[in-house]
């Protein structure tokens, strides 16, 4: 079978040849700050890829394609070309698409503790320590959002209050959709293509799930 547009691989392609054309340009044009984006965009897309074969992990082309869309959609949309400022719902849908991701990245070490084995612990359970670690996470990145607005005088938290829990509110909405996603795996239900997601990961990392069947 070709692999069509929507193919993860060609989307992770995509996105480096925008990079890559975006970086060129920049550099012609001595914008610096697009040119020092563009890289980054690039290095800290190849981030989780290079630390999972650090340890020995292997990423199903699924998660490399949303590490590198989410990274895209962050750095360079948000920031490069002022996504934040002129979508409202921007930072919305990305602290939500983030919960979403920790959500699964949670429960996959949850699982992953187990050894894969479905039936140590209720699906509920593993399903609720998903969902705290992608709060977990949430909460520490606003507070680092206060400290850098505190100590450095930024402006990462924007409203203040308002914006905080406004991100943490969508940041819970999105850990329960991870965490829903992994005890509906655990049940073998579908939900989406986010169990698809875990399904993929398991496979893919059979000696790290050593008891699952």
Not at 32 to 56: D, E, K, N, Q, V
Not at 120 to 136: E, K, M, R, T
């Amino acid at each position: 079978m070709r692999p069509g547009l929507a193919d993860p691989i060609r989307i992770v392609q995509l996105i480096y040849a925008v990079l890559a054309v975006e970086l060129v340009v920049a550099l012609i044009e001595s914008r610096w700050s697009l040119a020092f984006i563009a890289m980054a965009t690039m290095g800290l897309a190849a981030i989780p890829h290079r630390l999972a074969s650090r340890f020995a992990i292997r990423l199903p082309t699924s998660f490399i394609a949303a590490i590198t869309v989410f990274v895209f959609a962050t750095i360079f949309l948000g920031e490069a070309l002022d996504f934040y400022n002129r979508y409202w719902w921007w930072d919305v849908a990305l602290h939500g698409g983030s919960a979403i991701g920790f959500g699964l990245v949670g429960f996959l070490f949850a699982f992953m503790l187990f050894e894969g084995d479905r039936y140590a612990a209720p699906p509920w359970a593993i399903g609720v320590i998903a969902f705290c670690f992608a709060v977990s996470i949430g909460v520490m990145w606003e507070i680092f959002e206060f400290a850098m607005d505190s100590f450095f005088g930024l402006n990462m938290q924007k409203s203040g209050l308002p914006d905080t829990m406004g991100d943490l509110i969508v940041d819970v909405i999105g850990a329960a959709i991870g965490g829903l996603a992994g005890f509906l795996y655990l049940k073998r239900l579908q939900f989406g293509g986010l169990t698809a997601m875990i399904e993929g990961f398991v496979r893919a990392n059979r000696d790290w799930f050593r008891k699952y069947r």
